[in-house]
């Protein structure tokens, strides 16, 4: 029988890859990078020994499924998860947090939003009875920010409380992201209690990943690195294999392409890129992310991360103890939905957030900044605009034997690893069931 093709090697081929070679299909994965793990690679910064991430990643509890991935791959102590929800906030002279509580459901968020120093008590009780309405009540397929606004969120309460969270899990402002997706992330994470606990990666993204191959070799399957795919071979609407780089044809049974949406259409014979079906994914637009590596000589903050408010830094991480070094402080400010940086030289990208951070964490006034490492992600994730639900491909195409999976896909969650983990278990799910 001839083999399953999956073209790339991040997290939604590697879980297409676990979940078929777990049921003993012959498989090959194909990446054409040296590293796994695509969007979430790592690689190695020669500059400070130390193996680094792409992109800054993190999980929350209800996560599950890339969860289970880690598992079935040993990965779990890779990851560290909150006891309980925990997001400090800090504008440089007061610090807060939203926080969970001993209060079971949706109330565990109800004592720290009654305290929440950013907005006055008039708007806290404002932003509950959103939230209330948005737990209850489809809010339809509309700008989330318009949403808000005809819920009595002034700009305050935006740029305070909900638009962070809709940067920080939808990589677009509320102005911009569908009201049906934000709630999808605030109830099946902050409005469900530890559904939102932050989990970290203590090891670099790649190492993780790679722990895919040994999988699969012991399940009589390949994995083909620095091996780029020139076009998915189809003949009378089926699909019959793969022709690489490099001139050599592989045959398959099944071809699961889990590239990038942008990297798709010249994967597919020029006639089936007219296809409806594969045609509206052009009404998919991406937004960038910016992550700003820095080291300093002394440590600069004390918690694991925390998010700027009234501040152009958005995110800032301590990764120091994911690379065991004492002698240097590393951390990472990440900038999502960063039209304003991405086009930005490198040296006004760091003067600019470097300066920020200072302003949000004193001690780092008094330390040596050693080095810094710009990296420019222009195609980071989808935005969840209004409409683009429905433009979101299911795993199964109008090929015989092609399927997809990818972030993109129909998956109902946002660009994120969970959501490519998803749809790679659901186009492998889908191509067993239709052996």
């Known amino acids: 029988m001839k083999p399953v093709v999956i073209i790339g090697g991040g997290p939604?081929?590697?879980?297409?890859?676990?979940?078929?070679?777990?049921?003993?299909?012959?498989?090959?994965?194909?990446?054409?990078?040296?590293?796994?793990?695509g969007r979430a690679a790592s690689f190695f910064y020669s500059r400070m020994g130390e193996e680094i991430d792409y992109g800054q990643h993190v999980l929350m509890r209800c996560c599950t499924r890339t969860?289970?991935?880690?598992?079935?791959?040993?990965?779990?102590?890779?990851?560290?998860?909150?006891?309980?929800?925990?997001?400090?906030?800090?504008?440089?002279?007061?610090?807060?947090?939203?926080?969970?509580?001993?209060?079971?459901?949706?109330?565990?968020?109800?004592?720290?939003?009654?305290?929440?120093?950013?907005?006055?008590?008039?708007?806290?009780?404002?932003?509950?009875?959103?939230?209330?309405?948005?737990?209850?009540?489809?809010?339809?397929?509309?700008?989330f920010g318009k949403w808000l606004a005809s819920h009595g969120q002034r700009e305050r309460e935006i740029s305070t409380l909900w638009d962070p969270i809709c940067?920080?899990?939808?990589?677009?402002?509320?102005?911009?992201?569908?009201?049906?997706?934000?709630?999808?992330v605030f109830q099946r994470g902050f409005f469900r209690k530890h559904g939102a606990d932050i989990g970290l990666f203590i090891r670099p993204l790649s190492q993780i990943f790679t722990s895919v191959i040994p999988f699969i070799e012991a399940r009589q399957g390949r994995v083909l690195i620095r091996t780029s795919v020139k076009r998915i071979i189809v003949d009378a609407g089926c699909v019959r294999g793969v022709e690489t780089s490099d001139g050599e044809s592989?045959?398959?049974?099944?071809?699961?392409?889990?590239?990038?949406?942008?990297?798709?259409?010249?994967?597919?014979?020029?006639?089936?890129?007219?296809d409806p079906f594969f045609k509206?994914?052009?009404?998919?637009?991406?937004?960038?992310?910016?992550?700003?590596?820095?080291w300093f000589d002394r440590q600069v903050m004390g918690e694991?991360?925390?998010?700027?408010?009234?501040?152009?830094?958005?995110?800032?991480?301590?990764?120091?103890?994911a690379h065991h070094d004492s002698d240097k402080h590393h951390v990472v400010i990440s900038q999502s939905a960063a039209a304003t940086w991405i086009d930005l030289p490198v040296a006004s990208i760091v003067d600019g957030l470097l300066s920020g951070l200072i302003n949000l964490l004193p001690r780092a006034r008094d330390a040596n900044l050693i080095d810094s490492l710009v990296i420019k992600s222009r195609f980071a994730t989808f935005v969840p605009a209004p409409g683009v639900d429905a433009l979101r491909p299911t795993s199964?195409?109008?090929?015989?034997?092609?399927?997809?999976?990818?972030?993109?896909?129909?998956?109902?969650?946002p660009s994120t690893i969970e959501g490519a983990v998803r749809s790679g278990f659901a186009a492998a799910a889908g191509l067993v069931f239709r052996r």
């Open 250 to 274: 592989i045959e398959a049974d099944a071809v699961i392409s889990a590239v990038s949406l942008c990297d798709l259409p010249a994967l597919l014979p020029t006639p089936v890129e007219e």
């Open 67 to 143: 969860i289970d991935l880690l598992k079935l791959l040993g990965q779990e102590s890779s990851i560290s998860f909150q006891a309980s929800l925990w997001v400090p906030m800090t504008d440089g002279g007061k610090k807060d947090a939203i926080a969970s509580s001993p209060l079971p459901g949706v109330l565990h968020l109800l004592p720290s939003l009654l305290t929440y120093s950013f907005l006055s008590m008039r708007a806290r009780m404002s932003v509950m009875r959103s939230g209330l309405s948005l737990l209850l009540k489809d809010p339809e397929d509309v700008p």
């Open 167 to 184: 940067v920080a899990t939808l990589n677009a402002h509320a102005e911009s992201v569908s009201a049906r997706m934000a709630r999808v």
């Open 304 to 321: 694991s991360f925390i998010i700027g408010v009234d501040s152009p830094v958005q995110a800032i991480f301590d990764v120091s103890g």
């Open 396 to 413: 199964t195409t109008p090929i015989k034997g092609l399927f997809l999976s990818g972030d993109y896909t129909a998956t109902g969650w």
């Open 280 to 294: 509206c994914l052009s009404g998919i637009d991406y937004a960038p992310i910016v992550n700003v590596h820095l």
């Open 12 to 37: 939604a081929g590697i879980a297409s890859a676990v979940y078929l070679a777990a049921r003993g299909v012959k498989i090959i994965l194909i990446e054409r990078n040296v590293r796994l793990g």
